[in-house]
């Protein structure tokens, strides 16, 4: 998408900014409910509501105020910023409202529900999202939360040098199956570890209010597998192509790239790999991502233009660029169904639909609207995703494309060349204005992490992912890709083990992060 403000855009944006004030002030409080350490009851939440929308009536009809400047702005402003906030208080108490109940706790339920996503094997045993269909306690029915975690562990002792088996063996688990289980069921807890993993907003961000593991001893009722279903057809496909992937190829951690590239199992990467990849700040390049879903984006759509110029009644029934925006958008849709539906692909899809939108509606923003309507219309699908470090990653990294990008190549270069600097110029920039961020969230930046990106884009880009995603149906192609994937394993660890590969210090200040942001995005500007 052109995001370049031409003059009659820019000149627009300046007088009337209502828009993105408008769209500011949602983020803001929504950002602000987020903060809450409890939840208000229901007034609380409708009070707010109701004022935030009287002044957006108001400031709509223009009649009740009469307002011009920043004080129209500050009032559009205060309207989307209660509305933000009321909305996200609202749907945490519907959410709330279908929490586990206490006096379930450590209570052994036996439930039948069906298996929603591929499950996750590992040495412990077995997990996998199970969607409840009923539940009962000593032979009455009780109500449960509509998905659960679910583990089914392996375990066993030793008496007298002969292995005595505690639980029965996981099962052949499969996506769409319907199961009978008995299940010990928790409310979510995760660790309280400062800035460590969050265990329980990712369950939340998932629909998951209760964790629980499958009673299978011998003196428990045995497991039963009821039938298949064809409730999630996606997810049975998907864990048989990951079947077929380590089937085919025989180094078990190349198999788990290349499954975590085909079909976003990113639990299938060994953590010694993880070490490397942090290291070397090329974590974004191994996982179903923001960057891999748009540049899928990009080739899809010019392969759909340019295979609908071929055809002169194809482009007298809908453009040429018009069919390779929906072509682009609509085949990363499918990329992002297909290789999981994670978070950031369904961020990723609502922002490139967003510019779609844009675009094939004639308007020319100027870039700060286009950037705070892509992150508007993310926070209001998962207002929680603000919690998530891969959100603001992702989100400073588009807006400093948006405000550097001068739309042109050096003078003179056009061509090869010319996308190849464009793309090594965008790498630089991104990585200074990320690096004081990246300190911020996890107290760690990879130095070496430009030239790992510089080497590594390209050819996961354009070598492994291709030939990853081909070996679906041209199973041979794994074996291709996993030597791609050994040739970029080796390189990068050379570069991990390097003197200062990354820099560790302990977190800063709220101040002097915002600050070092702040200098990371103008040092950016300054260099573009």
């Keep these: 998408m052109d995001t370049a ?12 900014p209502g828009p993105f004030v408008a769209l500011l002030g949602w983020v803001l409080g929504t950002a602000l409910q987020l903060q809450q350490s409890a939840l208000w009851p229901l007034s609380g939440y409708l009070l707010p509501a109701l004022v935030g929308a009287l002044l957006v009536a108001a400031l709509w009809r223009r ?66 999202t199970l969607a409840v269909d009923s539940a009962a306690l000593d032979g009455r029915q009780v ?101 077929r992937i380590y089937a085919q190829v025989e180094q078990r951690q190349f198999a788990g790239l290349i499954a975590a590239l ?40 010019w392969l759909v233009g340019w295979l609908w110029r071929r055809s002169g009644r194809l482009c007298l029934l809908l453009p040429a660029p018009q069919a390779a925006l929906f072509g682009g958008v609509f085949l990363a849709l499918a990329y992002a169904v297909f290789s999981g539906w994670g978070l950031p692909a369904q961020r990723t899809c609502l922002m490139l639909a967003t510019l779609a939108f844009l675009r094939l509606g004639g308007a020319r923003w100027p870039w700060p ?79 070496v992490g430009l030239l790992a990106n510089a080497l590594a884009i390209p050819w996961v880009t354009l070598v492994v992912t291709p030939l990853a995603m081909l070996g679906v149906l041209i199973p041979p192609l794994w074996d291709l890709a996993a030597w791609a994937v050994g040739l970029m394993a080796q390189l ?15 977190q800063a200040p709220l101040w002097a992060g915002v600050a070092g942001v702040l200098g990371g995005l103008v040092l950016a500007f300054v260099v573009s």
């Design 369 to 447: 609207q286009v950037w705070m309507l892509a992150c508007a219309v993310v926070v209001v699908a998962d207002p929680w995703a603000l919690l998530q470090a891969g959100f603001w990653l992702s989100f400073v990294a588009v807006g400093v494309l948006f405000a550097t990008d001068a739309g042109m190549s050096p003078s003179g270069v056009s061509g090869l060349r010319a996308r190849v600097l464009d793309m090594m110029r965008e790498q630089w920039m991104i990585t200074l204005a990320l690096s004081p961020l990246s300190l911020l969230l996890f107290g760690q930046v990879s130095l």
């Design 262 to 301: 085909v079909v976003g199992d990113q639990g299938a990467i060994d953590r010694v790999d993880w070490d490397v990849f942090r290291a070397t700040g090329i974590s974004h390049l191994v996982s179903i991502s923001g960057l891999h879903i748009t540049i899928f984006a990009w080739g899809a759509a």
């Design 63 to 128: 009649r009740g105020l009469r307002l011009q400047g920043a004080r129209r702005a500050a009032v559009w402003l205060i309207a989307a910023a209660s509305l933000g906030f009321a909305c996200t208080g609202l749907r945490c108490l519907a959410y709330d409202a279908g929490s586990l109940d206490p006096a379930l706790e450590g209570r052994d339920v036996l439930l039948s529900g069906v298996v929603t996503d591929m499950p996750q094997r590992n040495e412990a045993g077995l997990r996998f």
């Design 492 to 506: 990068l660890r050379s570069l991990a083990l390097w003197p200062w590969a990354s820099l560790s210090l302990a």
């Design 5 to 16: 403000p031409n003059s009659h855009s820019s000149h627009t944006g300046n007088q009337q």
């Design 143 to 243: 109500q449960l939360p509509p998905r659960l975690d679910v583990g089914w562990y392996a375990g066993g002792y030793s008496l007298a040098g002969e292995q005595v088996s505690l639980q029965r063996q996981p099962g052949d688990v499969r996506a769409g199956e319907r199961w009978r289980l008995t299940v010990r069921l928790k409310a979510p807890h995760g660790s309280r570890n400062p800035q460590g993993f969050d265990y329980e907003l990712w369950l939340w961000e998932r629909g998951v209010q209760a964790t629980g593991y499958v009673r299978a001893g011998a003196d428990d009722p045995e497991p039963q597998r009821l039938e298949q279903t064809w409730a999630h057809p996606v997810a049975l496909l998907r864990q048989s192509v990951r079947e």
